[in-house]
Every structure is written in C-alpha cells, then in structure tokens.
C-alpha cells in the first residue's frame, strides 16, 4: 500500500534540513521539497506506510518548533500525486470545485478526501507559491459529484478547521478554467 507523507514548516533552514532526515531515514521516493511562501518549508515523500510513516516522524522531530503540520496518507489515491505535479491529464466536465486552505499540508489531506468521496478529477493542487502561505485545490465533475467531494473535504478537516473557503461553480466558463491550468 502506498502513502504520501509530509511536513509543512516555518523555517526553510530547519525544512532543508528535517528533508534530508527525511531521505536518510527509510526507503522512500522524493515527491516534492520547496520553499514556500511566507517563509515556510515543506516536504513531502512515498512509499511504503512503514517506510513513510517513520521518516515523517524523524523529519518531524528534526523540525523542532519550526514544524506547522505534518501529515500521513496511507493508501494515497493516484490523482493526488498528478495534481501535486500539476501533469493532470482531465477532461472538463462542466462544474468545478474549489478548495481554499491555510495549511499546505491540510490541501493535500483534503484532496485525497475529496477524490475518494465521489467522482471528481482533480486537476491541481496548488502549494503555498505566491499564495501567502494558502493553498487551493481545484478539481472537476458533474455539480452533485463536485459539491460531495467539497462536503468530503469539510468533513475531514473538521478537527483543525484549516479551510478557509470553497466554491462549487455549477458551470465554470473556459475563460476562467483556462486561468487555473
């Protein structure tokens, strides 16, 4: 079963640093390692849970207080890895789905959610990069499909309440899709 682990900083110093902890610790592959905006740091790797699971706890101790969320998804649905790159290959199905959070880390949690829940394509997860520190995830599909998979990402991130809006566009123009790709 493969997972995506992650851990989102306020320090790019301790991120380079908790990264190579990371990497040094257990077999797992580099998805992602960048500096964000405003300031912050974040790393994310897959494979194997075990693997995963004990690098991110390293790459979490590494951080020290600098570390502002770190997360574990075990069984990661595919979709998830291309919208990260963003090399997602989709078709536009007329409504488009929104989701707007504070923490990085909590994008990527809520877009697994959310591509699990119902029929969806995501089309990207956008990381922190000229966003003041906020990600979005926009993905595609029909309006009763993508209002499930936006309820689905409410939902799982009830506990830290780190979404800061979504949208559902029943009819999204190309205009505007365009600018999102």
Same mark, same amino acid.
């Given at each position: 079963?493969?997972a995506?682990?992650m851990i989102e900083?306020?320090?790019?110093?301790?991120?380079i640093?908790?990264?190579?902890a990371i990497?040094?610790?257990?077999?797992?592959?580099?998805?992602?390692a960048?500096?964000?905006?405003?300031?912050k740091?974040?790393v994310?790797?897959? !494979?194997?849970?075990?693997a995963v699971?004990?690098?991110i706890?390293?790459?979490?101790?590494t951080?020290?207080?600098?570390l502002?969320?770190d997360?574990?998804?075990?069984?990661i649905?595919?979709q998830?890895f291309?919208a990260?790159?963003?090399?997602?290959? *989709?078709?536009?199905?007329?409504?488009?789905g929104?989701?707007?959070t504070?923490?990085?880390a909590?994008?990527?949690l809520?877009?697994d959610?959310a591509?699990k829940a119902?029929d969806?394509?995501? &089309?990207?997860?956008?990381?922190g990069?000229?966003?003041? !520190?906020k990600? *979005? &995830?926009?993905?595609?599909g029909?309006v009763?499909s993508?209002?499930a998979?936006?309820?689905?990402a409410v939902?799982a991130?009830k506990?830290?309440?780190? &979404?800061?809006?979504t949208?559902?566009?029943p009819r999204i123009?190309?205009e &505007?899709?365009?600018t999102?790709?």
């Open positions: 079963m493969e995506l682990g900083l306020n320090s790019i110093a301790r991120g640093e908790a990264g190579d990497i040094k610790t257990a077999n797992v592959k580099l998805v992602g960048y500096a964000s905006c405003p300031g740091y974040v994310m790797v897959r !494979g194997q849970v075990s699971k004990s690098a706890e390293v790459g979490a101790k951080s020290g207080k600098s502002v969320n997360i574990l998804i075990a069984n649905h595919p998830v291309s990260l790159s963003q090399t997602t290959d *989709f078709e536009p199905r007329g409504s488009a929104i989701i707007e504070y923490s990085l909590t994008a990527v809520v877009s959610a591509v119902a969806v394509d995501l &089309i990207e997860i956008r990381l990069r000229g966003l003041g !520190g990600a *979005f &995830i926009v993905l595609t029909d009763s993508v209002k998979a936006v309820e689905a939902v991130n506990e830290d309440g780190m &979404i800061a809006h949208a559902v566009i123009s190309k &505007i899709l365009n999102l790709l």
